[in-house]
């Protein structure tokens, strides 16, 4: 342990695993269980926080948490400790497997992953883990430094790093580490213009602040003083952000295996059927590198690739060890921490890109907007695949296939299906981009010809 | 613990901060979850660990970690400040807190039956009756019965001198109905969605919710969605039960009056507020009707505490006046800005995040009626209950709320049941329009557990005590 005058190490370092292995052999060593599985969760990083171009708020944590599942003849009960020790883990099972000795049989219980070979990737950048305060305060002043005079920026900067095993008593054993970096911010003007921008990345190497900055900036300024427009039906240029918001939520509704074995998806009845345009193509890849995460699920299955809509054609659903149970399937390696009564969830998706740019999406629109990103996205209806939401940080009139001015904000209620389903150009370029509940996903801009404002915001 | 505690602050004092507090805390849950008489989750969680805050050279420094040797937590603490001293590298006004009397204290929510000694047989024993009799109703097909119980307990130590000790508990439970038939799915919840009904309690609040009494109500109500035609599209009157209201008070009053955000340090995320500073006192936010109060005194709320967690004692402060707006929910940052101290309502999500600016007990003083006699009083309009999705600009301006089961009001009388019912609207418009406030007789305190805020995202527990609300002039039925 360091200790001294000296520059503190920015957070942990990783167990490894043989750690790991030594850890879990405490809970996996306890009698009377005829199944035990470990969920190692170490992770640490660092956040710098910004508002109205200042560092307000900077934080660094390191937490290491351990889930034990115990099962016994399909009865099953799980206890979480951050005590990383064999002792930890062996109070953990012990509880676990108290709760299992209570209640009755799981029907549905698939049993622990057999011993299987998971995926190499390789996501784990040193730089990234080691990333100190100053580090990412610098690249925060690089991004401010690009705001216009009386303009002022809003955001954070995180670097986190992660290792996560899965060690259980069918011979198991997993284990990775991975990193990830992420720039977000809003730049606001004085007269009402804010921009956007953001990039997600598995390594600090990958963050150009300046660049992130410029981006937003010039939202920012292109929406300054945005005029009111009514309401009603547009055709939208979506950016790769505001495409993200709809896949997000299309999985909520509709990947999801268990929704849809139990008939609650908006998929229901649809296998096989042509749900979205041809030029859409939606999939789930942990393995991909282009995306962030681990090679195998939360119950140490290894991830594979799962097309989920293919040429606009609905495909499929993914999978955890229960689920897949239950639909006569192997797992998709989708599983999430036990217990996880909502099922599985795909947490790496993509889709497929096409070939316009951005500008020709807006040049081939003869009136319609452009759409940053949304804001605040629900559910209405689940299985019509119904959002509503509000745009944000820069929304923009097209006429006549020229951006002519920036609007207040709408507010949408629109079935993601039928977005989909009106989609007239896909763009060329993907990126990582967020969803305000749900993972990163790697998509597109795309043009929608019908998409559906419900209300108006008053900025 | 509360050694841990001060040994962080003496760690980062002689490391070079200027100020500095700590939290050494423990969190323990227990969650179960019966789904059609099977068991679909049950799991007891713990989590143990140290923060550490700084003020140097007025720049904010945090650190956490789990291990708590003295080693880590010089190193944490020594880490929190490097962080402050980071913040320098950009030009920016010192940070100034508001004064508070340090204070040496303990406290602890009024449990009468600890929740985590309660044996699991007697837990597991409800929620599948709740799940059995929900099946009696032909045609449901899932009936999902949960409980949760929450345990914080912190240790608060300041370079200011305060030493403070609290234990908070939170109870809830809950029934949800889910009926799946013909391309459509309809859900009712019992007390409330989302687990239900959560308190600062223990669990001789689960003994008073009547989760199997209720159950085949409302499993017949969802099975009577199915069938149901969806709420129409019109400007109507619109009347709420005290359920919706509290998700209503929580997304249009509740986050707009957080300093914080009216100062833009949440604009990036979660975004920031219609109001501003100087709106104290001038902005009519709602009709005379409606007076709300922030509430940190009050008894089963999850948002009452002793003391928030920069040491500031709970106070109860009032936020909308007769439709006028009077207070901000502050932290010791904030306060100066409005020429106030902190009215205590500086919160972090367990020993590992930062504080910040959470709600107490955001709550609408009720006025006079019950629920039955404001729907009695009502000519023409929809009745809305039980909420069952929320959305909001990011100035907290244009919402839009979906709830589980909407009734025509013809005469006075619930008529045509609707499902599907949303409705959407502008803050000040909206409360603007309030016309009636029920009374005692119908105001509940109820607890959202789950709402989200800050970067890295926390999760606050959060209280608010609400009546039925009559609203004129509302557009119902968006598609």
Partial sequence: MTSGSGPAPPGGSLLGPDEFRRIAEGALSISGADGVEVLLMHEWGGLTRFASSEIHQSTSREDTGLRVRVANGGRVGVAATNEATPDGAATAARSAREMAEIVAADPHWPGLAPAASTPVVDRFFEGTAEASPATRADAVAELIARCDHGCTAAGAYETQAVEVGVANSEGQFCWAPSTQASLTTVITGPDGGSGFAEIFAGSTDAIDAGAIGQRANDKA???????AL??????????PAATA?????????????????????????????????????????GTDPRTLGLPFDFEGVPKRKVDLIADGVFRGVVYDRRTGKEAGVDSTGHGLPAPNPEGPFPLHLFMGTGDATTEEMVRSTERGLLVTRFHYSNIVNPMESSITGMTRDGTFLIERGEIVGPVRNFRFTQSILGALSSVSMVGRDAELASEFFFSASRVPAVKVEEFHFTGVSDH | MLDVAREAVDAARTAGADFADARAGTDESESLTVRNQEMEG???????????????????????????E???????????????KAADRLPGDPVTLTPVEPARA????????????????????????????????????????????????TWFASSDGAEIEQVVTNSGGGIEATAVGDGDMQRRSYPNSFRGHVKAAGYEHIRTLGLIQEAERIGSEAVALLSAPDCPSEVTTLVLDSGQMELQIHESIGHPIEL???????????????????????VRYASDLVSVTADATLPGGLGTFGFDDEGVPAQRVPIIVDGMFENFLSSRETAGVVGQTSNATSRADGWSHLPLIRMTNISIEPREGTLAEIIGDTDHGI???????????????????????????????????YKNPNYTGITPEFWGSCDAVGGAEDWVVWGTPNCGKGQPGQVGRVGHGASPGRFRNVQVGVR
């Fill in chain 1, 221 to 227: 300024a292109a929406s300054a003083e945005p005029r």
């Fill in chain 1, 230 to 239: 009514d309401a009603g039906t547009y055709t939208v240029v979506l950016e």
């Fill in chain 1, 245 to 285: 918001t709809l896949v997000g939520f299309l999985a909520w509704v509709g990947f999801a295996g268990r929704a849809y074995i139990e008939g609650r998806s908006c998929f229901e009845g649809k296998e096989g059927q042509q749900v979205a345009a041809p030029s859409i193509s939606i999939w789930d890849d």
């Fill in chain 2, 42 to 68: 049950i799991d007891r969680s713990t989590s143990s660990g140290v923060g550490v805050r700084v003020l140097v050279g007025g720049r904010w420094g945090f650190a956490a970690t789990s291990r708590l």
């Fill in chain 2, 70 to 84: 003295s080693a880590e937590i010089e190193r944490t603490a020594r880490l929190a400040v490097e962080i402050a």
């Fill in chain 2, 106 to 153: 303990s406290w602890r929510t009024p449990v009468k039956e600890d929740p985590f000694t309660v044996p699991l047989e007697e837990k597991v024993a409800l929620l599948m009756e709740a799940s059995r009799q929900m099946q009696q109703v032909p045609g449901l097909s899932f009936a999902e019965a949960g409980l949760d119980f929450f345990r914080r307990s």
């Fill in chain 2, 260 to 282: 914080d955000r009216v100062l833009g340090m949440e604009e990036a995320y979660a975004g920031s507020s219609w109001l501003s500073p100087g709106d104290r006192g001038s």
């Fill in chain 2, 383 to 417: 009745y809305m209950t039980t909420n069952s999705s929320w959305s909001i600009d990011d100035k907290r301006i244009n919402f839009q709320f979906g709830c589980e089961q909407a009734w025509r009001i013809e005469g006075g009388k619930l008529t045509t049941l």
